[in-house]
């Protein structure tokens, strides 16, 4: 691969407490053409925000220590990153509090489990080209 | 035994009577099958006699054949009696009567687990009928058979199935219609007993629940269907199952717990399995379901209710419980390109899964016709052997690797092609 292929990748955070979600969504991104970086915190992930840009974030609402819509948040006002594109994945039934999700800043909403459909028409409205 | 048994088979006659008041052509009919392998052993002219020949003390036959309006009463009332019999026999009705009143017969007999065997109008003729008399005749010697080899499994030869790895997960795909790409397995149970025979769910479900072994038999299950999922997601194939699971064992704390330990023990999300609420008695209380219901949503899990529009599971429920999935019968499916009210129960139930936020799940879907009906209909998942049958979980890892990117190649995609995807 050279360097001007590697520029044109996309690049993905996935941001998920749970490794085989991780793992499974960061292969599926890989077959869609774009590259991923994998975090298991809100934390992390704000470290990896801090030192390189991203062209889309998903992020689980339900983790461990640093829940999803406070991330998002302190992404949006801490790091300013107003245009970064986040997408919230969360378990069904969670419709009713969709409005109260987006307003923490978040762009999208997706119900896991997530398949490979879900992240072409996700990648497809972030990137088109790709 | 079963070498014996087949040539036999093929030259017994199977037994009918008739129940034919007033009915010009039924000398015609009897001579004709009983040159096909009929031994048309009784005829009666009233309701009361036939009754009381069933009560009695001989052998009832294989198959009964009715009009419907009788002098004394009607094959309602008829079918109602039968229900009450061991070794029920079949019904064939010759009537000229609407539509309606036949399918209203043939639903009448599906609740009351009679069989049907065949519909003639009158005037009868002879070639639309004698056909479904063959074709009854060839599957009673098949049932003759089967049932021969399907002796009841004892309560220790479930054990030692439960105890020796005998409870299998035969995995059936089910595909997204609007990309054609299959997102998940329905987990279904299946014995293979010590000879290597498979054994099917009729003898193993009920028997396991009497003989207390469902519980085991069902963890069973779970277990394989997780390591599965596992083996596909670490693969990167995103697909999820599902795993049928009776009301009565989700009251059970201890067994939902029991669910979760074996996915956090793996460290898979449970969004990627549904708990399939198969209909029992339970179902029809209503504060039970939702609290066992409620509970599997909390763990994390999905919940898809199973046979939708049969039994205890009603539109009101739908609206309580957290279901992520509505699962329509296949009796619904069977023949639906021709049949319009069948077509307005899916379309109605397809509208109401998606209204509120459901995958709708066509299941048993085993030809085009009935694909292009479903779709029509606004389902948004099917199963069925269209697709493939339930497969072992090896071959059903092997297979969906062997997809083009999970998407499934129908042979003739005319019907799709002209169907564009919602995406």
């Known amino acids: ?130 | 035994m079963n070498d014996i048994a087949a040539p036999f088979l093929a030259t017994e006659l199977l037994q009918a009577w008739t129940l034919l008041p007033e009915f010009t052509e039924a000398q015609p009919l009897i001579e004709a099958l009983c040159g096909r392998g009929w031994a048309v052993s009784r005829s009666f002219n009233t309701l009361g006699e036939i009754v009381e020949a069933l009560h009695g003390t001989e052998t009832p036959p294989d198959l009964l054949i009715t009009r419907i309006r009788l002098p004394d009463g009607d094959a309602f009332e008829l079918i109602r009696r039968l229900a009450g019999l061991r070794n029920a026999p079949a019904v064939f009705f010759i009537s000229r009567q609407q539509r309606s009143v036949v399918k209203a017969a043939d639903a009448l007999c599906e609740a009351h687990g009679v069989r049907v065997g065949g519909h003639a109008d009158m005037p009868l003729r002879l070639t639309a009928a004698l056909p479904q008399f063959d074709a009854f005749r060839a599957a009673g010697c098949q049932r003759r058979q089967r049932s021969q080899r399907s002796v009841p499994l004892q309560a220790d030869e479930l054990q030692y199935l439960v105890d020796n790895g005998g409870i299998r997960a035969f995995m059936q795909p089910k595909m997204r219609l609007s990309s054609r790409r299959i997102t998940g397995f329905e987990a279904l149970m299946r014995g293979i007993g010590p000879d290597g025979r498979l054994i099917a769910p009729i003898l193993l479900i009920e028997p396991l629940g009497n003989a207390g072994l469902l519980m085991r038999a069902t963890l069973q299950m779970f277990d394989q269907t997780v390591a599965f999922l596992m083996d596909c997601l670490n693969d990167g194939i995103a697909v999820g199952a599902s795993v049928n699971v009776p009301l009565s064992l989700i009251s059970d704390y201890g067994f939902c717990r029991k669910l979760v330990e074996r996915v956090e023990k793996v460290g898979l999300d449970p969004s990627w399995i549904t708990i399939e609420i198969t209909e029992d008695e339970a179902m029809s209380n209503p504060a039970l379901v939702i609290e066992n219901t409620a509970r599997i949503r909390m763990f994390g899990f999905n919940l898809s209710i199973d046979d939708f529009g049969t039994a205890y599971s009603s539109f009101s429920q739908l609206t309580k419980i957290p279901f992520s999935e509505l699962k329509i019968e296949r009796a619904f499916i069977r023949g639906m390109e021709s049949d319009k009210s069948k077509q307005a129960v899916v379309s109605a139930c397809a509208l109401l899964g998606s209204r509120l936020g459901l995958e709708v799940v066509a299941e048993g879907v085993e030809n085009r016709a009935e694909l292009n009906a479903v779709i029509e209909a606004g389902c948004s998942d099917i199963q069925g052997f269209l697709i493939s049958r339930p497969i072992p979980v090896p071959e059903a890892a092997a297979w969906l690797r062997s997809l083009d990117g999970e998407r499934f190649a129908l042979v003739e995609d005319a019907a799709l092609q002209s169907w564009v995807p919602n995406l």
């Open chain 1, 1 to 130: 691969m050279d360097s001007s292929a590697v520029k044109e990748q996309p690049l993905a955070l996935i941001v998920d407490d749970n490794a085989v979600n991780r793992n499974v969504t960061g292969q599926m991104l890989r077959r869609l053409g774009w590259a991923s970086v994998q975090v298991e915190s809100g934390l992390l992930a704000l470290e990896q925000l801090k030192s390189r840009a991203f062209d889309l974030l998903l992020l689980d609402l339900r983790m461990q220590e640093m829940d999803g819509e406070e991330t998002c948040r302190r992404i949006r006002t801490e790091l300013g990153l107003k245009d970064l594109t986040i997408v919230a994945y969360t378990a069904h039934g969670m419709e009713d509090d969709r409005e109260r999700i987006l307003a923490a800043g978040f762009d999208r909403m997706l119900i896991k489990p997530i398949f490979l459909d879900d992240l072409r028409t996700l990648c497809a409205y972030v990137r088109p080209t790709v």
